[in-house]
């Protein structure tokens, strides 16, 4: 069943208006009719109905809640990814799969070895079109949430964020010993509370040895992931499936 994302104020008692280029997608792409059941969540909230079409128009798309429905798609961890900037197109196939995989929030960081340079202008631009992608992904992959893409950070700000964090994995190439299981074995979760975790990844030319020194001074866990060499685009997408295995199925 198809899936939409609304915020609370689209919600008034039993009725919801879906807006936007969801009402082209409903109307042209679906070609769904009055009384067609679709599938809208409140991103404020996670709630989830079932809803009928009452009334469709140009811009709007009227619905009536049939039923609330329970759902447990999100992880009981929350991970978040910190990104070293690569190339665009690298930084989106990240966003779109960290997305589907559970990632709970994305931040583009500004690292030493980073190739691309943007303006604040461009910025703007690019955090736009990266939160339209995991909006996408939300919907593709059935999220009760659509994850934030925060405002790029500098290596500063992202030590500053560390101490949020329950623990901070930082995948390095030249770390030969500590490994991803170790660390993950090593972790206790708490069942009252939600643990953070948070994912640092170098971007395409890696992280720089002051880099490291300062993430270990912040208390972060230097992780190495095999003897091979991964992609700046692959590492989040392997990190969050074994820490999802490890942590959130049983």
């Known amino acids: 069943m198809p899936k939409f ?75 978040s990814i910190f990104q070293g900037l690569p190339k665009a197109d690298k930084m989106e196939l990240v966003i779109q799969k960290s997305v589907e995989l559970g990632a709970y929030d994305i931040t583009p960081v500004e690292m030493k070895r980073c190739v691309v340079k943007l303006n604040d202008k461009d910025k703007i631009k690019k955090i736009q079109r990266w939160q339209k992608i995991s909006e996408g992904a939300a919907k593709q992959s059935g999220r009760d949430r659509i994850p934030t893409i925060n405002p790029i950070i500098n290596i500063h700000t992202l030590c500053e964020n560390m101490k949020q964090y329950d623990l901070v994995l930082v995948a390095y190439e030249n770390e030969k010993v500590n490994t991803l299981k170790q660390e993950l074995k090593n972790t206790k979760q708490d069942k009252n ?10 971007p395409e030319g890696g992280i720089d040895k002051e880099e490291i020194a300062k993430f270990e001074e912040h208390h972060a866990k230097i992780i190495t992931l095999g003897n ?13 499936s074994m820490i999802m295995y490890e942590l959130e199925m049983d």
């Open 193 to 202: 509370k939600q643990m953070k975790i948070a994912i640092v990844i170098g």
């Open 228 to 240: 091979r060499i991964l992609r700046t685009e692959t590492v989040a997408l392997n990190m969050l």
């Open 5 to 79: 994302f609304v915020t609370t104020n689209q919600i008034e008692g039993k009725k919801i208006s879906i807006q936007n280029e969801d009402v082209n997608h409903i109307k042209n792409v679906l070609r769904a009719k009055i009384d067609d059941t679709i599938e809208i969540c409140d991103s404020i909230t996670s709630k989830n109905y079932i809803c009928k079409i009452e009334q469709i128009e140009d811009k709007q798309i009227y619905c009536h809640i049939v039923e609330e429905i329970a759902s447990n798609v999100e992880p009981h961890i929350q991970v």
